[in-house]
């Protein structure tokens, strides 16, 4: 089973400024997902790929990464952006989730 | 337009079995590539994914639950159906469904999700 390793745990920032998140595979990853999770909503898809942006996701979001190392970069946070950030696998059965990145308001 | 809907029981009992239904509308998982998977997420805490079914039948689950779970489609195709038996206090958690859009694509749909209590 692959294990994604996400860092860091939680990220204090404050809106305008750029965050960085990453994801760490076990073994080499063939596919990888981002999703955004707020409060009491189910999680909202980003990336299915690691740069391929899902439909209406704004292009301040970016995603990269391949082999075991991957990142989300939101370039300016928006007040709508602090939320909880899931890395997802689904190259591999059984899929996994990492633990998540929680960026919450500095 | 494509909703996803889970139901359930509110509150189970420990070592009952529990029994959970997507109802999807939107697309048909009769005739195309696409799948649903159940995923939970315990308050406060990850997400989980359980299982898989793909629109050819084929399933795929986790490892450390396949004895307890089991992925099937209603007759009507419109419907995905989990058990889960044995449930525990640790099974405390919202339950998810989501689709997949083709083979090796993500999440791209999700129910609102229900939250499933394990308590005597």
Same mark, same amino acid.
Request: hydrophobic residues 30%; charged residues 15%; contains cysteine.
């Given at each position: ?106 | ?15 009952? *079995? ?6 999807? /509308?939107?697309?048909? @998982?009769?005739? +195309?590539? %696409? ?34 779970? *089991? ?6 195709? /419109?419907?995905?159906? @989990?058990?889960? +038996?044995? %449930? ?33």
């Amino acid at each position: 089973e692959i294990v994604l390793t996400q860092s860091p745990g939680t990220l204090s920032l404050s809106p305008g400024e750029r965050a960085t998140l990453s994801c760490r595979a076990s073994q080499s990853v063939g596919y990888l997902a981002w999703y955004q999770q707020k409060p009491g909503q189910a999680p909202r898809l980003l990336f299915s790929g690691p740069s391929n942006r899902a439909t209406g996701i704004p292009d301040r979001f970016g995603g990269s990464g391949s082999g075991t190392d991957f990142t989300l970069t939101i370039s300016r946070l928006e007040p709508e952006d602090f939320a909880v950030y899931y890395c997802q696998q689904f190259g591999s059965s059984p899929w996994t989730f990492g633990q998540g990145t929680k960026v919450e308001i500095k | 337009q494509v909703t996803l809907k889970e139901s359930g029981p509110v509150l189970v009992k420990p070592t009952e *079995t529990l029994t959970l239904t997507c109802t999807v /509308s939107g697309f048909s @998982l009769s005739n +195309t590539r %696409m799948g649903v998977s159940w995923i939970r997420q315990p308050p406060g805490k990850a997400l989980e994914w359980l299982a898989h079914i793909f629109s050819n039948g084929e399933t795929s689950y986790s490892t450390s639950l396949r004895s307890k779970l *089991t992925i099937s489609r209603a007759s009507s195709k /419109s419907r995905v159906v @989990l058990t889960m +038996t044995n %449930m525990d206090p640790v099974d405390t958690a919202t339950y998810f469904c989501a689709r997949t859009y083709d083979y090796l694509t993500a999440f791209d749909y999700w129910g609102q999700g229900t939250l499933i209590t394990v308590s005597s």
